[in-house]
């Protein structure tokens, strides 16, 4: 896992304008989605509905400064791009990406009382 922190408050107010109802609804909608995301990033799911969803993970990870989160989707993304991607290489990274959304959403709730 990366040395990088789990979430970055400055990045998120920056990102928000340091709107709190924006934050609140951003934090809302990233919890909604992480349920679906959670589901569907599994190995057993086809190659292209969880290289989606990893992807546009990484995107609202990168956008909330979920840093490890974000890396974790980086590296599950990269090893679908290997010419004979080895199947317990994707299965590790998943379970990274997996690990990463659990300390996330750990993280979430110390993010929301800084808004309060």
């Known amino acids: 896992m990366s040395a990088r922190p789990v979430l970055?408050?400055?990045?998120?107010r920056h990102m928000t304008g340091d709107d709190r109802a924006?934050?609140?609804?951003?934090?809302a909608l990233f919890r909604?989605?992480?349920?679906?995301?959670?589901?569907i990033i599994i190995q057993d799911a086809p190659v292209h509905t969880w290289r989606d969803a990893v992807h546009t993970?990484?995107?609202?990870?990168r956008g909330l400064g979920l840093w490890q989160l974000a890396d974790a989707c980086e590296a599950a993304e990269a090893?679908?791009?290997?010419c004979n991607p080895?199947?317990?290489?994707i299965g590790r990274?998943?379970?990274?990406?997996q690990a990463a959304l659990c300390e996330a959403l750990d993280?979430?709730?110390?993010?929301?009382?800084?808004?309060?």
């Open 8 to 12: 970055d408050f400055d990045h998120f």
């Open 79 to 82: 090893a679908t791009r290997a």
């Open 57 to 61: 993970l990484k995107g609202s990870a």
């Open 32 to 39: 909604g989605q992480a349920q679906i995301w959670r589901r």
């Open 107 to 116: 993280a979430l709730p110390a993010m929301e009382a800084a808004n309060d």
């Open 22 to 27: 924006l934050q609140a609804e951003i934090i």
């Open 93 to 97: 990274e998943l379970g990274q990406v």
């Open 86 to 89: 080895d199947s317990r290489v």
